[in-house]
């Protein structure tokens, strides 16, 4: 199938590439020249695992990128808008949404034949229906449903792996104002044959997207609230309370060797310091203000994003228990991405840490395999100091704060047997043994 992708960005690259791969052609635009030449050299202007090889493979052959919407949109039949939703803090913003639907109605007016207009960015429910179709309907002359479909298709990768999620899809959404787009957009995954296809309507769609990410923000808030809630009481570790909860053979069922199975869902009901990144924190918030502008209260949603915001504090609090005060307190954070297998600090709760630390007049220094180069964006330069290695920072900490779960931090415990200082450590995300260091706290903690 000849298809147009619209936005180079993370979700439209990676759809792009993904759909090549699986033998359609497929055209990337963009405005931006410079990411345009970039992918036709076959080099990937965002870092995914995979995406190099992927694309390296395809560009020339059942891939192409242009700064030429009119030439893609008339030479494909299907056409996927990927394009940014900036977010101001309360609404997403339809600029650039708008703006395309209106490029492709352009060039819809002039074009005979039946063409599919999907919108792929995550847009508040109605967006499809009530913004994107009159606007091709108006730009075009031409009426929706007759001489051209409109549809909505969520995405649902995650960031760091999102190749893999592309390639490997848990569920397809196939939004659409009639069957005619349904069945246009089931031939874009006709090679998916094992994966659950929803046709549904586009505000369907589109709610899916929001629910799925709010859900996940939910439970981490949910845990969270708890954590802090165990520590209250006193002498109760959140981490004992949820392996008694995640128990529940409805949430860790057994296979057929009576082994626990431990699906990915249960890890968002662990306590830590809270969540991040480009989706969660922006798609609740989102949702919060669509529903408060039908009359909708969001009570529970708007709870998950005020216990987010205040989760990161909780380390700074830990750290006033065990210390008269932060003047001068030499910290050391490990990790600053929002999640571990990124270098993403968007919305990463270590910001906040890192800059109530610089208020306090700590001396912070901080280590991230792979976040320091954004991190030396944010934070002002001398405000804190970097270390390549664990070991470069932890030498002499009075307090280290594990604010991301990567994995190399659980040699942490080995490091600092052998070390002649013993630091408090502080685990934001629960993810070492207590007895891993002499002097140990963490979210949830007993107190
Ligand atoms: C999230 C969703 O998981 C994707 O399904 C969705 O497509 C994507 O948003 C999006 O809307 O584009 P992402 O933000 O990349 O993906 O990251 P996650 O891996 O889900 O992490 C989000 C937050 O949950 C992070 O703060 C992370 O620390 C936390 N998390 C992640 C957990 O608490 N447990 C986990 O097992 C994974």
Known sequence: MKISVVGTGYVGLVGAVGLAEQGHDVVCVDIDADKVAMINDGRSPIHEAGL??????????SLTATTDLDSAVRSTELSLIAVGTPFDGEQIDLKYIREVSRQIGEVLKSKDDYHVVVVKSTVVPGTTDNVVKPILEEASGKRAGVDFGVGMNPEFLREGVAVDDFMNPDRIVLGGIDARTQDALARVYAAFTDTDVIKTGNSTAELIKYTANSLLATMISFSNEIANLSTAIGGVDVVDVMQGVHSDKRLMP???????????????LESGCGFGGSCFPKDVKALISHGESLGEKMDLLKAVIEINELQPYKVIELLQKHFKSLRGLRVSVLGLAFKPGTDDMRESPAIKIVNALIDAGSTVSAFDPVAR?????????GSITYGDTIDDVIADADALLILTRWELFSELPAMLAKSDTQPLVIDARRMLDSDAAQRYDGIGYPN
């Open 52 to 61: 190099d090889e992927l694309l390296q493979r395809n560009i020339g052959t």
């Open 254 to 268: 057994f296979d057929e060797n009576g082994q626990r199975i431990k699906p990915g869902f249960v890890s968002y």
């Open 373 to 381: 180069s954004e991190a030396e964006k944010l934070f002002d330069a």
